[in-house]
């Protein structure tokens, strides 16, 4: 289980794609199928 914090454009939206997303705490190691926590950044344009 993850958690990111990125800009999020539609937060409706049922899928998201971060082409180069910078990562903390073995966020490298993301793989497909984990679980992964989006939260929406006020400082990267988020709403």
């Not at 966020?27 to 939260?39: E, L, M, W």
Request: glycine letters at 10%; charged letters at 20%.
């Amino acid at each position: 289980m993850f958690a990111i914090k990125a800009a999020v454009s539609d937060p409706r939206a049922e899928t998201f794609a971060f082409s180069a997303q910078k990562t903390m705490y073995g966020g490298k190691h993301i793989a497909k199928g984990d679980t992964i926590f989006v939260f929406a950044s006020e400082n990267e344009g988020g709403p």
